[in-house]
């Protein structure tokens, strides 16, 4: 595809549901990554897949959060029994080298998460 | 603890004008420094990068300024135009071990007044 894609772009949920958020990485891209983007705050890193490898989960803020990446191609992001303070946009990104610390991540529009 | 604080908040420079954005960072061992811009509704775009072998790097109007000792980098938009209002966020990441997994600014709103 032309680059990074995410869906839904906008989400509205009630506190206690789960929600899935999609992202379509760009062809070849071995490297995925999800981060938290909080209003006025910078991006916070979540997860991180690189090829088969298993993931970097470092960033998860708790055992709610998941994430898995089908066939090394199609994220999706897991967020059981949402909270208030789950709602950010999260942003997924990809890259072309698996490992690759200086190649150029490609980020999507973004998933606007909003728990009421 | 954050280990890399950007600067100001927001800026508001007039049309031609320097913009300058700075960040500073705390783990020594960061040795990726990139800018990404980011417009409303739309995810951040790499701008310009620059490891720390180097004190400057230029990409058109834009100048990234790397001060090793101080753990400080900047960038500089010379010229600033209305249509470099975004919000600019710094990064740093290990290029070894963190594989591209980069540590953020909180990000500086842009808005360049014609």
Redesign the interface.
């Known amino acids: 595809g032309a680059g990074v894609s995410q869906s839904p772009s906008n989400k509205v949920t009630e506190k206690g549901k789960d929600v899935e958020l999609r992202c379509d990485p760009i062809s070849g891209h071995t490297a995925l990554y999800w981060y938290r983007q909080s209003l006025g705050q910078g991006l916070e890193f979540l997860i991180y897949f690189q090829g088969n490898s298993a993931p970097d989960k470092s960033g998860l803020p708790s055992d709610r959060f998941s994430a898995e990446r089908t066939g090394g191609s199609v994220s999706t992001l897991t967020i059981q029994r949402t909270q208030q303070e789950d709602s950010a946009v999260y942003l997924c990104a990809s890259s072309r080298l698996a490992g690759g610390g200086t190649d150029t991540q490609y980020f999507g529009p973004g998933t606007r998460l909003t728990v009421l | 603890q954050q280990q890399?604080k950007?600067s100001p908040?927001s800026l508001i420079v007039q049309k031609g004008g320097i913009s300058i954005i700075n960040c500073a960072y705390e783990n020594t061992a960061f040795d990726?420094f990139p800018w990404y811009q980011q417009f409303p509704?739309?995810?951040?775009?790499?701008l310009i990068?620059i490891?720390p072998d180097v004190s400057e790097k230029k990409e058109g109007r834009f100048t990234i300024s790397f001060n090793k000792s101080a753990k400080q980098f900047s960038l500089h938009i010379m010229d600033s135009q209305p249509g470099d209002s975004a919000t600019y966020?710094c990064?740093a990441?290990?290029?070894?071990t963190?594989?591209?997994?980069?540590?953020?600014?909180?990000?500086t709103t842009l808005t360049v007044k014609p």
């Open positions: 890399v950007q908040q990726y509704g739309k995810g951040p775009a790499l990068a490891r966020f990064a990441s290990i290029i070894d963190n594989a591209g997994k980069s540590t953020f600014g909180d990000g």
